[in-house]
């Protein structure tokens, strides 16, 4: 039972923590378990032989990699960006979650009069960028 990963078991692992059955059961609570559970028997299965502690771990240590990359391609003034391996996975595991696309609590409010001219230019900018 090796402690590191390499880069093909990495992204079984996320192979197997993105597939719908997995993603529709994790609520980020204890009940996720089973969950988990399913996924570390996919990896057993495919012959990578890691503890649950190891699984979860280095799913920790690639959602927060993965969340910083994604912040700072939001906030880059220079256009320069970073990747990383599997964002694509990443992506599907933890793109459309509350975390890492907030609402836009702006367009939800009614207003009138000048506040009513500066949310459409704020639903102008939204459009264009």
């Known amino acids: 039972m090796a402690g590191s990963w390499t ?11 993105s597939e719908a059955t997995v993603n529709e059961e994790i609520s ?3 009940a996720d378990a089973a969950a988990y559970g399913l996924v570390l028997g996919k990896l057993n299965q495919a012959g990578i032989e890691k503890t649950k502690a190891q699984m979860m771990n280095k799913l ?13 391609n939001k906030t880059s003034a220079k256009g320069i960006k970073k990747t990383m391996d599997n964002e694509d996975l990443c992506f599907l595991i933890w793109g459309h979650r509350a975390l890492t696309e907030p609402l836009n609590i702006v367009s939800s409010i009614s207003v009138s009069g000048a506040g009513s001219r500066l949310l459409r230019s704020l639903n102008w900018l939204e459009t264009i960028s």
């Open 7 to 17: 880069k093909e078991e990495e992204r079984l692992l996320l192979q197997f923590r």
């Open 28 to 30: 980020g609570t204890s």
């Open 60 to 72: 920790k240590y690639i959602k927060r990699k993965w969340l910083k990359i994604r912040c700072h």
